[in-house]
């Protein structure tokens, strides 16, 4: 049997700087192989964050935006909407932000500029710009049948026959596969279960057990979408746009594709680098009582809107699992303003770079030709609906290439690349309103340009 024999000091000191060499060796096959490391990087250029300033600095008339004052305070006092936040940003400067109304009427809660509003089908135009981040690595080309990443995906099947008795269905195989490209575009022939147009997908996502927008229910992205992609399609992949939970499946092929979870690959890659706080999947405590209630109409009064398909308690109650990326974040006027900014500086904010000027020319490009529904006013692109030319001579919808949205709960935002505007509508409302804020605001915004 051999002796133990002590380790010499001068032994000790090649193992620790073997120690160091292996952990060294290890971090930089780390960083190397991690696929999302570079997903933003530094930027020669270096616009700055969003400031306050007066409107007449950056060509804007104070007269013309005390406007949006007027409509506002109508909105509210007619019963309109409970509150509404409002902000405008020209040359990356904030000209405008107010607050107006009541967070909640039932308690007395008025609504504040720093609000937390669930943005609902805005989150769609975060999870394409994630997506277009990744392109951008070279990780897989916008005409890749998403199969090849979620496998569950191959073969897909096109409705044919449905019996409503019994909500038994026959298929029809699709002529092609479902690429990437058309679950950004609205164009992959999936639909949207509960808020579907064609009952027979209502139904049949229900019973699938798919779930829609977002849940406080214990279930992640990836589950729902391997169930949906065993469902069949609305039709053939790129004949038609059929809104749908595409940016969903998305969601979760960021997932397969960087190795990190959702919610954490946008923490990390978007909303740090461009100081986007305020903006979260599931709102941490702390910011929980700045959430903005969703509230209906009944018998005159605003009410919280009740439980029906989603839990209106959603974002900070619930397993805190499901990641949507068609409709799963809350945010605020200056956090999405940020996030837009970013897109009229063409890539870039403070110095950090989330995309190449090149990668947004593509983004802002006619990608459904005359698919999509605003017939010769607008298409649209890889993340937005975008204005034509006609859409501009038409008045009071902005310069040719502005981009827009909304969401599910009343909100809206319209960017102008051309007069470098920004205008946002945070709101939060349920059911049946009489709401003209969101063409209103449009329009007066546009006409106080005074440059």
């Known amino acids: 049997m051999c002796a133990y024999k002590k380790p010499q000091p001068q032994h000790e000191f090649y193992f620790f700087l073997l120690y160091l060499s292996m952990k060294l060796l290890y971090t930089i096959l780390f960083i190397s192989l991690s696929p999302t490391v570079f997903a933003q990087t530094p930027s020669i250029k270096k616009s700055p964050p969003l400031t306050e300033v007066s409107p007449e600095s950056v060509g804007m008339s104070k007269e013309r935006l005390a406007y949006i004052d007027s409509m506002c305070q109508h909105a509210v006092s007619g019963g309109e909407i409970p509150g509404i936040v409002a902000l405008v940003a020209r ?48 990780k897989f080309n916008l005409d890749d049948p998403i199969s090849k990443y979620i496998t569950e995906f191959k073969n897909p099947q096109v409705l044919k026959t449905f019996k409503y008795e019994d ?60 169930k949906l992609a065993r469902l069949p399609l609305h039709h053939n992949p790129g004949e038609k746009f059929t809104y749908s939970e595409g940016l969903d499946v998305l969601a979760y092929f960021i997932e397969v594709i960087s190795g990190e979870p959702f919610d954490q690959f946008l923490r990390r890659h978007l909303f ?23 509230q209906s109409q009944e018998k005159g009064k605003w009410v919280a809107y009740p439980t029906t398909f989603y839990d209106p308690q959603y974002p900070v109650k619930g397993a805190k699992r499901f990641f949507s990326g068609g409709a799963g974040l809350s945010s605020t ?7 837009l900014q970013m897109y009229l500086n063409g890539g870039e904010l403070n110095g950090v770079r989330i995309l190449s000027r090149t990668t947004v020319q593509s983004i802002m490009g006619n990608q459904t030709d ?10 649209y692109g890889l993340a937005f609906g975008v204005l034509t030319e006609k859409g501009q001579a038409s008045g009071g919808q902005g310069s040719t290439g502005t ?14 690349p051309k007069e470098k505007i920004i205008r946002i509508l945070m709101k939060q409302t349920q059911g049946p309103v009489q709401d003209n804020t969101g063409w209103m605001f449009r329009q007066i915004v546009e006409a106080a340009v005074d440059d």
């Open 91 to 138: 040359n990356g400067k904030i000209v405008y932000y107010k607050a107006f109304g009541m967070a909640d009427n039932e308690t007395n809660k008025p609504l504040k500029r720093d609000g937390i509003f669930r943005i609902a089908s805005q989150t769609k135009a975060i999870t394409s710009t994630a997506v277009m981040m990744l392109w951008e690595q070279g």
């Open 167 to 226: 909500t038994s269905y026959t298929t029809e195989p699709a002529k092609s596969e479902i690429t990437i490209r058309q679950l950004i575009t609205h164009t992959s022939g999936i639909g949207y279960g509960v808020i579907d147009e064609d009952e027979r997908f209502k139904m049949i996502y229900k019973k699938a057990g798919v779930t829609d927008l977002f849940t406080t229910e214990n279930v992640s992205v990836g589950e729902s979408v391997k």
């Open 272 to 294: 740090e680098p461009l100081g986007m706080n305020d903006t979260w999947f599931y709102l941490p405590q702390e910011k929980a009582d700045r959430l903005v209630t969703v």
């Open 333 to 339: 006027a200056r956090d999405y303003a940020t996030f």
């Open 370 to 379: 005359t698919l999509f529904g605003g017939g010769k006013n607008s298409f």
């Open 403 to 416: 981009f827009s949205w909304g969401g599910y709960f009343n909100t809206q935002y319209f960017a102008d």
